[in-house]
Structure formats: C-alpha cells, structure tokens
DNA sequence: GTGCTCCATCGTATTTTTACGATTATCGGG
DNA sequence: CCCGATAATCGTAAAAATACGATGGAGCAC
C-alpha cells in the first residue's frame, strides 16, 4: 500500500483493465476478435471516430500488450495477443481462488461475506 | 460500433475493467481478497489516503458490482463480490477463446498474427 | 527522386477522474 | 434523547483522459 510502488505484477494488471476499460477500445477488441487480420484503416472505419483518435487508443492497447501490430507493408495489421489475455483470465482466475481459500466453507454467520 | 449503445453486457464489463483499473482500488481489492472481513476504516488506514477518497472508490467498486458492502453496525463490512469474478474470468475467457476459433491452425504466412 | 497511401504523433480544448477537507447521515450506547 | 464512532456525500481544485485537426514519417509504385 501506501507511496510504495505497486509490484510490476499489479502495475501490469491495472494497465490492462485500464486499457479494457473504456467502451471504444472495448469495441475495437470485440471488433479485432471478429475480424483476426484487420488493419487500423478498418478500425477507424468501424469506429466512425477520427483516425487519429483511433490511432491513441490503439496505442493505449498497445502498450498494455492487449493487441499487437505488425507492419504489413505500407498499413499496419491488428490482431489480438492471446498470451496477455489468456494471462489476464488467470490472474483473475487467482483472484477468485485466493478468495475461495479464505472465505470458503462455514463462515456464514462470522461476517458479511 | 457508431454512436449506438453497447450491449449491456459490454457496458458492465467496461464498467468492472475501469473499476480495476486503478492502482488504488487494485489494492483494495487484494486487500479484501487477504482480509476477507474488513471494514472500511481498515481500507482507509492501509490506504494512508483521506477516509473520504477510499469512500469514493469503493464506491466505484460497488457500482462496477467488484465487491459487496453490508452495514455491520456502526460499520461496513467489504468483501468481494466472488460472481462478479467468476463472470469476469468467463469473459475474458470468451474472448481468448472466440479468438482460437479464427486465427488456430495453420494462417502463419497469410497475415500478422 | 515525386507522389500516394497509410498511420503515428503533436498541440489544443473539453471532459472526466482523482483527492481533499468539510459536512451530513446512520447506527449503537448511555 | 444526545453522543461518539463510522462512513457516505458534497464542493472544489488539480491532474489525467478523450477527441479533434494538423503535421510528420514510413513504405511502396512509378
């Protein structure tokens, strides 16, 4: 807690939610799962946003290594990155878990949960 | 996509992701996840933040439906909402896994991912 | 080289989020 | 009923996110 940093594991957490959490980048995730190989062209027409508002929000999940973009010629080719979202499910999964352990079996009465 | 609402499925999951995405309230959340009967005077001291701005991020942890408070005499008594977590890891699983459905097998050369 | 297409970055205005102190509301104990 | 303890809400100031047009940069065709 406190000023202390956050361990890079957290910081990393809060960088995807963060990235996830914003309705047109969660539009352009859907939008990227539907359509595996589409290039920033196609988000923005989707979006009916400007280009370059599509561009920062991109960049957004860029760096939060929700999507990956590789140049593919003069355009650039958006997909997915399964490792960050499958990484992400786990942590929430571990979430969960961590909870389970604790508040498990027969503490009904104890408390709130 | 345009200026058309998103589904309220995609509303509530925006609403979970933003609610997580915040250095603060991810350390609340771990805190709960470790103190599964705390309140939220003990949110506030391990926080070193105003009693008032913890307030105001559980606040937004309970609209997003993250955890759950229940007055516990004089008191409130946070906990995790462990359905929410559940439903989360499952959408974050639908992604990765809509994904897998399109880009598996063998499209190593045709684009980028 | 010139030009063209596609996209990222810059500068700026607007909106939203964040954090605080002060105030208000609620629950028990006397 | 009044009090003390616990939290939520209000008002405000500062910081960050958002969206845009304009500019700049990289790749390809010629």
New binding site residues.
């Given amino acids: 807690m406190k000023t202390i940093a956050l361990p890079d594991r957290d910081e990393r957490l809060v960088l995807v939610f ?1 990235a996830l ?2 309705p ?1 980048r969660m539009q352009l995730v859907r939008y990227m799962a539907e359509h595996p190989q589409c ?3 196609d988000l ?1 027409a989707a979006s009916h ?12 999940l860029r760096e939060a290594g929700v999507v990956a ?1 590789t ?1 593919e ?4 080719c958006y997909c997915l990155n399964e490792d960050t979202l499958r990484w992400l499910r786990e942590e929430v999964a571990a979430l969960t878990q961590e909870l389970e352990a604790c508040c498990a079996p027969e503490m009904e009465e104890t408390a709130c949960c």
């Avoid at 946003?49 to 960049?59: G, I």
């Avoid at 010629?73 to 650039?76: E, I, T």
């Fill in positions: 963060k959490g914003n047109l290039i920033t062209g923005v946003l400007a280009q370059s508002t599509v561009s920062e929000h991109l960049k957004v973009g140049v010629g003069p355009a650039r």
